[in-house]
């Protein structure tokens, strides 16, 4: 049975009051082309039928569907669904309101199954776990896993001893006040004057055993520097 995230109560409210830069759809073809780099030299021509998770508004959705037939754009807020009908390509998108880490999609059924800025902010690890499991199943044989992961290294984040404790306080103080903005959500009170998320830095070697445990060939990480150093892992479907 499909777990639900905590972490969708603060995202469809960021989504009701348009919070971040989900609509920067010329930042989304610049992080597009090189994303396609990356997927070209890992053997994988864009193109078929593409399944985003974490679509937003479009600032990526618009630019995948330049390349593919159909992309399917899933989100947890209704919000960002709506506005996906207002960028360029929209004819080429079909919208996927989620309530849960579950794809509404085939078997077998997709080409690149794509999530980028969105699994550090699920707060439930085995949220995670079920999403990746869901993009694994939607994939034809052959067919690649792109996520942007934050890592070690990458995403500004130093292993060094006094960055860890530094990070492990700010989250430690992190984790009540988002308590508390999730109850107040949840009652209605939307415009608060903080925004705060969860965020999570994950662990390559156990990504890469989930892959690999799913069934997964060929899992690599991968690092793009644009607007800094960001990482991302790469997998394809057996086809075996």
Same mark, same amino acid.
């Given at each position: 049975?499909?777990?639900v995230s905590a972490?969708?109560?603060?995202?469809?409210?960021?989504?009701?009051?348009?919070?971040?830069?989900s609509h920067?759809?010329a930042?989304?073809i610049?992080e597009w082309?090189?994303?396609r780099e990356m997927l070209?030299?890992?053997?994988?021509?864009?193109g078929?039928?593409?399944?985003e998770?974490?679509?937003?508004?479009?600032?990526?959705t618009?630019?995948l569907?330049? &390349?593919?037939e159909? #992309? $399917?754009?899933?989100?947890v807020?209704?919000?960002?669904? /709506?506005q996906?009908? =207002?960028?360029?390509?929209s004819g080429?998108?079909?919208?996927?309101?989620?309530?849960g880490?579950?794809l509404p999609?085939?078997n077998?059924s997709?080409?690149?199954?794509?999530s980028?800025h969105v699994?550090?902010?699920?707060a &439930?690890a085995?949220? #995670? $776990?079920?999403y990746i499991?869901e993009?694994y199943r939607? /994939?034809?044989?052959? =067919?690649c896993i792109?996520?942007?992961?934050p890592f070690?290294?990458?995403?500004?984040i130093?292993g060094k001893?006094?960055?860890v404790?530094?990070?492990?306080?700010k989250?430690?103080?992190?984790r009540?006040?988002?308590?508390v903005?999730?109850?107040?959500?949840?009652r209605?009170w939307?415009s608060?004057?903080?925004?705060i998320d969860?965020?999570?830095?994950f662990?390559?070697?156990?990504v890469?055993?989930y892959l690999?445990?799913l069934?997964s060939?060929?899992?690599?990480?991968?690092?793009?520097?644009?607007?800094g150093?960001?990482?991302?892992?790469?997998?394809?479907?057996?086809?075996a």
């Open positions: 049975m499909s777990r972490s969708n109560i603060e995202w469809r409210e960021y989504g009701k009051l348009d919070y971040g830069v920067d759809l930042h989304g610049a082309r090189e994303l070209c030299s890992y053997g994988i021509t864009p078929g039928t593409c399944v998770i974490g679509c937003g508004a479009g600032r990526l618009n630019a569907a330049g &390349d593919f159909t #992309v $399917h754009a899933c989100d807020s209704p919000d960002r669904i /709506l996906l009908r =207002g960028i360029a390509n080429k998108v079909t919208g996927h309101l989620l309530t880490p579950t999609l085939d077998h997709a080409d690149l199954c794509i980028t699994f550090q902010h699920i &439930d085995g949220v #995670v $776990h079920e499991a993009m939607v /994939l034809r044989p052959g =067919g792109l996520i942007h992961m070690v290294g990458a995403h500004g130093s001893l006094h960055a404790a530094i990070r492990r306080f989250e430690t103080i992190k009540p006040v988002l308590a903005t999730r109850i107040l959500m949840a209605g939307a608060l004057p903080w925004k969860h965020y999570t830095v662990e390559f070697g156990e890469h055993a690999k445990q069934g060939r060929d899992v690599e990480l991968r690092l793009l520097s644009r607007d150093i960001h990482s991302y892992v790469l997998a394809r479907k057996s086809t």
